[in-house]
């Protein structure tokens, strides 16, 4: 139906825009990634696969990278476990509120992470209202610790960040199961529980993946939380970075594990994308 | 006005002679807010019948069959089946599964997991779960399929998989919710007769909903008509053919003359049509098939009524024609003849006054 | 029908849900109340209930200087975000074209990409061609991070869209550009008015992709971002308080367009897919 000038038209404008601010700052990013920073800060054109020995051989890379990686799947997990039957809540057993509790569960979705991320903080320190509230109640006697700069921190604020965005695939795939499916299951003898587990669940699997891979992603290389919250425990990959760009001036040294980290995100995206296609039945 | 004698179907259920009942519904009603979809339906269903639930769209036909699966539960009255109340217990637990409108099959499982599925679910063997899926996918002619996922599978097919899913759990009772409407014409009409001679093979009760009073005609044992939530007859296909309770009933079921007439001294007269009746005087409402008046021709035969018209429409149906013929004071009439029929301008009808069956008025219903 | 109405609702299923939404909402709630608390930002309980730290916020220079600058970027964000993202949704939804599989990852990268990688990666990019960092390289990033919303929305709105319309329009005697412009983009406008809408807003509250384009000129978050590092202090809360109460303005009108638009009841889930 539509002729080649519709379609020049229409793709060209995006995909000139997405080559000069996408593809080619990633090229350049894996450019960077060979060269190396003079004892003068500056950097030097030079390729070479220094950066990337170091990031091999230093353990402290992989030693973050991996902390990195259980924070997130940490915040995965949680946000699954908070957001799956909140989602199936909504999808089936909402009735006439079924509207307003999606808006709920979205706004939150979209207000500034930083004024959630700043309200946790705000919350845990030691002088935060939850330690003040603990003592107030007399459960504890003087401010706990481990509340704020710490892994547990970080781990807690992503959550509260990510689990919105684990509800809404979950509740979008809960959605398109036809109903009639669910009535079938209780008429051939299924209790509402093993509905659940043969039918309704199963169908249920690519919003989970879709949810799953982004609360993942989003927290593995998130740098603020760690920032604001993590103290020197919670230090994740990202920081490493932007320290690299910021103090400890070495951009090659960061592009490289800026490169690695796209890397390890597409890879992501690509097997999510293939285990969701794997579970959508039509 | 009716003497005592007047052969007139009432809506009263008839039981069916050597059965025992199955399932009993007594003085079911269903309201949604509002709106009252059933008003005290009772009604006896005897084991190993074929009952149709006949229906427009609206008439609570739908409804009604969901609370008997139990997806709905009736407002008032009560549901058995043998001894116990069927309407206490939740879907699961009855003895009864359905046929969906749209199939219902699960998107994830193959064919033969969906037919296991109740099976599975129930934690029978293995080796019992296997040798029953196959039984019943024989019987729906299946067998090749049975590792295909139903998007895989034609309308049709899935039709068969949806029934033998059903069946194989030996349910008391079955329910099918209009599982023919998504198929085309031919198709519709093959499964038609399979379904029937499944039910006699498998002996289980049936009961069927659909608006398509051909379907019903064709398939059932006994034809409930339900129209606004109240029930209009229960009969056999025949009787309810040849001895409409109701105006809407005859009007429904096939098609009809609808006379309104006055009887005074043994004579019926509407418009130019005259008959002799038995019933006593006063106003009445006659339902006369088209088939039961003819195209006259030469002498009348003693007994016979006739009238004059002039042929209005005329539609061909293949092996009839049904031709509408205006009478002088405005009445159109309905006739069938036999296919092939030059329908002149004019012409002369006949028929038998005792063909004309009483009916009572059918009011208007919200 | 919900499939369930025969089925009683689980009770832990309505505490869980309500306990979440605690969870997701309390937060939010305390730091609201604290803006009013004239003890500032710890303790418990609250007590003596204040306006102060909201004069404080009005009467502070350098955050309404912030405040103006993110909404010159958020305008210009926008515009260039509809610019490209609304051809893009229309070139995934009608065009077909090898390499368009690849065309829609890569469209769509940056809504799922940590703000990181775009940030730094756009970084190097400006500092290999010698591009002062200032706010217009922040627009820039903002734009090629929200291109996918606007592309999202647009291919979202176009999905429900019934062809069988624009088939009419040309039965009719239009051709194709009329059609466009008479049948399909009129449809567009209730999509096109909530990207642009959701684009405003995450572009103001965006900071992860503009910590690493800033230049002199501080955005509200970044502004924000810099108080923080040095100490807390209440009027952080009023204007978070602020911040929230115009968000969530925005994102009920955001849904309610949506919904009127399609009647759908799954608005946003669609951002949120990998696919």
Known sequence: MFSRAYRTVVTAPPLVWVTIFLLVPYALMFCYSFWSV????????????????????????????LRSMWIAARVMLFSLALGYPLAYFLSFYA???????????????????????????????SDGVLNTLLQYLHLTSHPLDFLLYSPFAVVLTLTH?????????????????????VEASHDLGATPAQTFWRVIFPLSIPGVVAGATFAFVLSLGDFLAPLLLGGPSGIMISNIVVSLFGAAYNWPLGAAISLGMLVIVVSLLFVSERLEKKWSFA | MFSSTTPVATAVPAQPTSKSTLLSIRNVAKTFGRNVVLRDISLDIAEGEFLTILGESGSGKTTLLRIIAGFESATSGEVWMGSERLDHHPPYRRRVNTVFQNYALFPHLTVEQNVGYGLRVAKRPEAEIAQRVSDALEKVQMTAHARKKPSKISGGQQQRVALARALVNRPRLLLLDEPLSALDANLRRQMQVELKSLQREVGITFVFVTHDQEEAMVMSDRIALLRSGELE????????????ATAYVAQFIGHTNLLRAEIRDGIARCGELSWRTPLADGPALFSLRPEQMRLAGGESAPGLSRVRGRVVHQAFHGATELIRVQCADGLVLVVRAPGGSVGQNDVELEFSGSDAILVRESPERN | MSGTSHVSRPRWLLVHAVAVFAFLYLPIAVLIVYSFNGQ???????????????????????????????????????AISLAFGIPAGLALDRAQFPGKALFRRLVLLPLILPGIITGLSLLMLFNLSNTKLSLLTIVLGHGTALISVATTEVFAGLQK???????????????????????????????????ALLIFTLSMDEIAVSFFLIGRDNTLPLEIWGRLRRGITPEINAVSTIIFLFSM????????????AEGGAEVGAELVQTE
């Open chain 1, 38 to 65: 003079s004892s003068l800060q500056t950097i030097v054109h030079s390729w070479n696969f220094e950066n990337y020995r170091e990031l091999i051989e230093k353990p402290l890379y992989w030693e973050t990278l």
């Open chain 1, 95 to 125: 009735g006439k509120r079924k509207d307003l509790l999606y808006q709920l569960v979205i706004i939150p979705l979209w207000v500034s992470y930083l004024v959630r991320a700043y309200a946790w903080k705000t919350i845990l320190g």
């Open chain 1, 161 to 181: 960040i990510y689990t919105p965005f684990t509800i809404l695939p979950i509740y979008a795939a809960l959605e398109h199961i036809p109903r009639n499916l």
């Open chain 2, 233 to 244: 007859q229960v009969a056999t296909p025949r009787e309810i053919y040849s001895r409409p």
């Open chain 3, 40 to 78: 500032g930002v710890g303790g418990f309980p609250p007590h003596h209930l204040t306006l102060d730290w909201y004069r404080t916020l009005f009467a502070d220079g350098a955050i309404w200087d912030s405040v103006w600058n993110s909404l010159q970027v958020a305008f210009a964000a926008m």
């Open chain 3, 161 to 195: 869209l019934d062809r069988a319309q624009e088939e009419a329009s040309l039965d009719l005697g239009a051709n194709y550009w009329q059609t466009f412009w008479r049948v399909t983009m009129p449809n567009l406008k209730l999509p096109i008015i909530g990207a």
């Open chain 3, 249 to 260: 303005v925005t994102i009920v009108v955001w849904y309610r367009l949506r919904v009127r």
